[in-house]
């Protein structure tokens, strides 16, 4: 490392002020980012599938409306965080042949499956929920280009967390049968969405550095307290029981106690074998092959055009 360099880094980050691509950074903190980022991304694609398979079958014109535009949402925080990371030198068509090989990793929580259009609301409510939690710091995340596409990202997780408190407050407005499939629901997503914010903190093991580079600003159990503790006054509200025997207020702490995670199941879902995990990447794989004329077509319009201004 040339003089002075590793030092201005330091002082960068010291200061709370931003790297941005052009700024030397230490190759694990570049490497990190780019993990970090393209799992990021990776999961927002990914994470179109489980509502988008309720697009056709949505019970209302306005409903499906709302859906459509919150998956479409998603397509594009994919995109801004592909651009993320390809300010560090990823490229793209790589992160992607690396998502559908299963080289690299995208959110546990997206490899459940959505059995009834009240799983739309509670993937909105809980998902979402705890998406804002994990990402609102990220704002303040060391790296330029990844806290600013945070910010804009944010703001439609909170468009999307009240589209699906408010379908589930329409639902258990409803009949008990509707509110029976809210309440399953509930009990199918609450523990994996607990499981979204990664392992326990000593069992974390990018969790020291990253905060250290300020790209993390809180531990894993530390958002994960906050997802409780937000989450569950408006399940009193919905009127809706949160499956948790040992999930209650403790005055001392000022915050809620709550059960322990099925960490063996979160293990086993990173590692592909979820519920869902098969079907999601081939889904992905049959998309990119049978979007391959696009990009082909893309790249001849491009060519034709600086032709044309070169002459
Ligand atoms: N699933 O040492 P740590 C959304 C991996 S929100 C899968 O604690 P780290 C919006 C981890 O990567 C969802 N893998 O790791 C939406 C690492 O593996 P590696 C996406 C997990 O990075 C809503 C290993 O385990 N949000 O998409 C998970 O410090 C509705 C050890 O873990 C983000 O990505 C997991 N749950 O902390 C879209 C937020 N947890 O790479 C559609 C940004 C851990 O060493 C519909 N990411 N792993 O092989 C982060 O904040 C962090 O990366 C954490 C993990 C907190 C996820």
Redesign the pocket.
């Known amino acids: 490392v040339a003089d002075g360099l590793q030092e201005r880094f330091d002082a960068t980050i010291a200061r709370d002020q931003r790297i941005e691509p052009r700024d030397w950074m230490p190759k694990g903190y570049r490497a990190t980012l780019i993990?970090?980022i393209a799992?990021?991304a990776h999961?927002?694609i990914i994470?179109?599938q489980?509502?988008g398979e309720w697009i056709t079958r949505a019970p209302s014109l306005r409903r499906k409306a709302i859906l459509f535009a919150k998956v479409q949402d998603?397509a594009g925080?994919g995109l801004y965080l592909y651009s993320a990371a390809e300010t560090l030198g990823a490229d793209r068509a790589d992160l992607t042949e690396r998502l559908i090989e299963g080289r690299q990793?995208?959110?546990?929580?997206?490899n459940y499956p959505t059995l009834s259009f009240a799983d739309v609301g509670v993937?909105g409510w809980f998902?979402?929920g705890?998406?804002i939690c994990?990402?609102v710091p990220?704002c303040r995340s060391s790296y330029g280009p990844y806290a600013r596409a945070m910010v804009r990202i944010c703001k439609e997780?909170s468009f999307?967390q009240r589209q699906g408190y408010e379908l589930l407050m329409t639902m258990m407005r409803g009949t008990d049968a509707q509110r029976e499939m809210v309440q399953d629901a509930v009990n199918r997503w609450w523990w994996p969405s607990l499981?979204?914010?990664?392992?326990p903190d000593d069992n974390?093991?990018?969790?020291a550095r990253?905060m250290a580079w300020k790209i993390?600003r809180h531990s894993?159990d530390e958002?994960r307290r906050r997802f409780v503790d937000m989450t569950v006054p408006q399940a009193e509200k919905l009127g809706v029981t949160l499956p948790d025997p040992e999930l209650r207020w403790n005055e001392e702490r000022g915050h809620h106690d709550f059960g322990t995670p099925d960490w063996d199941e979160?293990t086993r879902?990173?590692q592909g074998d979820g519920p869902c995990n098969a079907r999601r990447v081939e889904r992905r794989r049959t998309a990119h092959e049978e979007g391959a004329w696009v990009r082909e077509a893309a790249l001849a319009h491009a060519a034709k055009q600086a032709a044309r201004t070169a002459r």
């Open positions: 993990r970090q799992q990021h999961s927002e994470g179109m489980p509502e998603e925080h990793k995208y959110s546990s929580i997206f993937i998902v979402d705890a998406a994990n990402q990220l997780e999307h499981m979204m914010f990664g392992p974390s093991p990018n969790s990253s993390k894993n958002l979160l879902v990173i």
